[in-house]
């Protein structure tokens, strides 16, 4: 006998979708002719055999959805793309807030490790580093900005941005004259003179230094001089230390006399001696 063809299934179906990023579910209606079993894929590794699913993609993008409609031996395939739209960019998950540290000991920067952010999002994407330094280098004194951009396949993109600030608290170091004692008081006390000069060396660069002289202890020409030395770097931290300086007066004084004087005495013709004094 002849089987007519009237007798095979014939596969077909409809899709019914939201406009919304995943995850969303999308119901399909089967309208499948004379077959009696179903197997759906819904190309993103699930199936299904109901005779009309509803299934939730959890990644937006394009998806091949086949239907195989069945009777007995005999099957009907139908084939159709699913799109399922990403309307949004990743979002942050984890974001690290602005960190404030100190720079190490004796340096100008510090060693920093920071989290680096997490993203999620319904499409595949990636995450790259696009402004500042990577994790565990070193961060010079200041403010450094991080930046890490997740882009998905669609290509928007969400920022995740903190900065780095590396401050620098360690004080000068300030290395005073030595102090000076029994210095007479007509030599240059200043620190181009006698006194000598103070020196200081910083962890980030140079230091300005200066100095203020207190006097104690005043008899005569003899006195004391407190010399407090000064020095402060780029950042505010600032050091004194004190140089005391001994004014003595040991030397004596110097006199000059006049010349002698020789006195001549003469009669004024009364009996009367006067001497006459010439200057």
């Excluded at 100008?108 to 319904?122: E, G, K, Q, R, W």
């Excluded at 004391?224 to 780029?234: G, K, L, M, V, Y």
Aim: glycine fraction near 6%; charge should be negative.
């Amino acid at each position: 006998w002849m089987i007519s063809s009237c007798s095979r299934p014939i596969a077909q179906f409809e899709a019914k979708m939201k406009k919304e990023p995943a995850p969303t579910t999308i119901t399909f209606e089967n309208k499948s002719k004379k077959a009696t079993s179903y197997e759906w894929d819904f190309g993103d590794g699930t199936k299904s055999t109901e005779e009309s699913p509803k299934h939730m993609y959890q990644l937006s993008g394009n998806h091949t959805v086949i239907l195989k409609a069945k009777k007995g031996e005999k099957e009907s395939v139908f084939t159709q793309n699913v799109f399922v739209e990403d309307i949004a960019a990743p979002i942050i998950v984890e974001c690290s807030s602005d960190l404030i540290i100190d720079s190490d000991a004796g340096a100008c920067d510090a060693l920093v490790n920071y989290t680096i952010p997490t993203f999620d999002d319904c499409s595949p994407f990636t995450v790259a580093q696009t402004s500042g330094l990577a994790v565990g280098a070193l961060f010079p004194v200041g403010v450094t900005t991080i930046e890490y951009t997740a882009t998905d396949n669609v290509g928007y993109t969400t920022i995740c941005s903190f900065t780095v600030t590396v401050n620098d608290n360690s004080n000068p170091i300030l290395t005073c004259p030595a102090d000076v004692t029994a210095i007479e008081c007509d030599l240059d006390l200043s620190p181009a003179g006698t006194a000598g000069t103070a020196t200081a060396t910083d962890n980030c660069g140079t230091s300005t230094v200066t100095f203020v002289d207190v006097i104690s202890a005043v008899v005569g020409n003899n006195y004391t001089i407190t010399r407090t030395w000064r020095a402060e770097d780029t950042s505010g931290n600032s050091v004194l230390c004190d140089q005391i300086i001994t004014v003595v007066d040991t030397t004596k004084p110097t006199i000059t006399c006049p010349a002698d004087i020789t006195l001549v005495a003469t009669d004024d013709g009364s009996g009367n001696c006067i001497p006459t004094v010439n200057l």
